[in-house]
Each structure stands twice: as C-alpha cells, then as structure tokens.
C-alpha cells in the first residue's frame, strides 16, 4: 500500500549548475570587445596620418630658417677655401682660382675633403 | 705643410675660422635649439610666410648658397623678430611648451595641454594661428581634438 500522502515524486529532471553564459553570448562579446578594438584601430590610423602631417608641417616651416643658416655658413666656408687656393696658387700661371671643372654653369657643391 | 686629417677619426672637429666676407651684411644667427624652434614652428611658418615662400623660390631658381644670401637674411631677420615677440608676449606658454616639448621627445602630441595655452596666447597677443595645410575639410584639426586615441606615453 502506498504510504499516505502518496510516494515521493521520481527526480527524473537533470541536475546540471548553471556554468557561465552560453557559447553564442561569449561569441557575441568577444565579437563586440573585438568590434570595438578595430574601431579604435581605425581612429588611432586616422590620427597617426594627421600627427605624421603635423610634424612634417613643422618641419617644412623650419626648412627655410635652416637652409638659410646652413647656406651662410657654406658660403662662408666657400670663400673661405677660394682664398686658400689663391694663397696657394699664386705662383702657378694662368691658375683660375675657384674655376669649376666642369663645363657646366650648374651649381655643384664642393668636395667634402677637408685638408687642414 | 698641410697634413690630412681624417674627420672620423679626428680628436676635433674641422671649424673653419674665416669670418664671412665683409661685403655681406651681418645678421645674428638665431642661436635657438630644437624644442623651442618645433614649438615655435607653426607661428613662423605663418608670420614669415613671404619671406620664407620668397627664399625658397629663389632656391629653386639656384641652388648655390651664395644667390639667396639676401633672402635667407630676411628669413633670419623675420624668425628672430617672430621669437623675440613670442618672448615678449608669451614668455610663460612659450617655455611651457618648449620644456615640455624636451622632456617629451619633441612630439606634439604628448603636450597638448601647453600647446594649446601657449595657441591661445598667441592668437590673442599676435594674432597668430596654428594651421597644418592638408589636413582633412570638415575634420577638427588634430592640435584641436579633445580625446585622441594617442595621448602621452605610460610610465
């Protein structure tokens, strides 16, 4: 006979503890942190092309200032060494000082040796 | 007799002490390092746009150092006016930057923050604005930006 109240309920149901979210949702986060990342990627290149612009910029602003500087000081150096070999020469006929060797109007900057 | 010195090898760099010719005009040479000159870079290149476009053209017509002479003194001239005005009017910003410019090596970037006191005084004393050609239309200009991506490095 049955006990009163009737028999227990069978646990037929699987006793399985939730163990974290689902596979879809780590698959859409992971999409989304990603998503975020590349988007972030883009702006920084974005930005990266404007800061390369930025420092070019300043330096093309600076380029004449420099050049200008640098130019005096070649011509300096220029008349410099003109007058050495005047100096030197001066005994050789027909010596052209400063003559270039090269028939061509075109401005060549001088050998870099340096004779002291 | 002259001996040869190898300049790679040498205990001291050649200077060559020949001052410059006397028929040339004597201009002081602006003496300022690099940070200064980047931080200053913008405000000269939009002060001495004339002269400096004027040089530059008369580069191209020749690249001997001695054709340009004259132009290159007005460069010098109008660059020194422009830092010896910055120096007057903006001292303050201006050192700011600069030191801030060293200590950072030398990118804009990581010194916003004086930067843009340093822009604002110079529009406002000067007149003076900062503007990188090239950059995007529509776009705010990247010295503008209030959140950019890249900001100073850790430490």
């Known amino acids: ?116 | 007799m002259s001996v040869y010195h190898k300049p790679d090898s040498a205990a001291h760099p050649y200077k060559d002490p020949a001052p410059l010719p006397a028929s040339v005009p004597q201009v002081q040479e602006l003496g300022t390092t690099s940070a200064p000159l980047k931080s200053a870079a913008f405000f000269i290149g939009a002060y001495c746009k004339d002269y400096n476009d004027d040089f530059m053209l008369c580069k191209g017509e020749n690249r001997d150092p001695a054709h340009c002479l004259k132009e290159g003194r007005r460069v010098t001239r109008c660059a020194q006016d422009l830092i010896t005005k910055m120096r007057e009017n903006c001292l303050q910003e201006f050192d700011k930057h600069w030191n801030c410019l060293e200590l950072h090596n030398q990118e804009y970037n990581h010194c916003r923050k004086p930067e843009r006191a340093l822009n604002k005084c110079m529009f406002e004393k000067l007149g003076l604005i900062k503007t990188i050609p090239g950059s995007p239309e529509g776009k705010t200009p990247i010295h503008e930006v209030k959140n950019p991506v890249y900001t100073g490095v850790q430490k």
């Open chain 1, 1 to 116: 006979m049955p006990p009163p109240g009737g028999f227990q309920e069978i646990r037929y149901k699987r006793n399985l503890p939730f163990r974290g979210p689902s596979g879809a949702v780590i698959l859409a986060g992971v999409t989304a942190v990603c998503a975020f990342g590349f988007y972030r990627l883009g702006l920084g290149n974005l930005e990266k092309r404007e800061l390369q612009r930025e420092r070019v910029w300043s330096r093309i602003y600076l380029v004449p200032l420099l050049l200008a500087e640098g130019d005096r000081d070649a011509y300096r150096r220029q008349q410099a060494a003109l007058e050495r070999e005047k100096e030197i020469m001066k005994d050789v006929p027909g010596w052209e000082a400063g003559k270039s060797v090269y028939h061509n109007p075109k401005y060549r900057p001088a050998e870099s040796i340096v004779v002291l």
